[in-house]
């Protein structure tokens, strides 16, 4: 019932800039949180940045300063802002949402990845 879309992605030059963005649709209860994670090939998921139902961001260390999340809780939609982009950013990128469907049912729900792409 749940769906996470994802969009933004492509390919661009060292210090360029993409924005991506995520909208969860379907039966939902309630958002714990948002975010985003990415892969790059041979290496494990790694969370990048998320935020939670209160505001509350979190951020990976290698993107601070330069990615920004936000989100429009009325159409349940994330965005990361990623600016100053490096070659070491390209990997494919996943939306995750935390929420219940239900008042007691909580699960995590994945979006298809984006691929982001950074030339040197």
């Known amino acids: 019932q749940v769906q996470l879309v994802e969009s933004g992605g492509g390919l661009v030059q060292a210090g360029g800039s993409l924005r991506l963005s995520c909208a969860a649709s379907?039966?939902?209860?309630?958002?714990?949180?948002m975010g985003w994670y990415r892969q790059a090939p041979g290496k494990q998921r790694e969370l990048v940045a998320d935020i939670t139902s209160g505001g509350s961001t979190n951020y990976a260390d290698s993107v601070k300063g330069r990615f920004t999340i936000s989100r429009d809780s009325a159409k349940n939609t994330v965005y990361l802002q990623m600016n100053s982009l490096k070659p070491e950013d390209t990997a494919v990128y996943y939306c995750?949402?935390?929420?219940?469907?239900?008042?007691?049912?909580?699960?995590?729900?994945w979006g298809q990845g984006t691929q982001v792409t950074v030339s040197s």
């Open positions: 995750n949402a935390q929420l219940r469907t239900t008042m007691v049912w909580l699960d995590d729900y």
């Open positions: 379907g039966i939902i209860f309630s958002i714990n949180s």
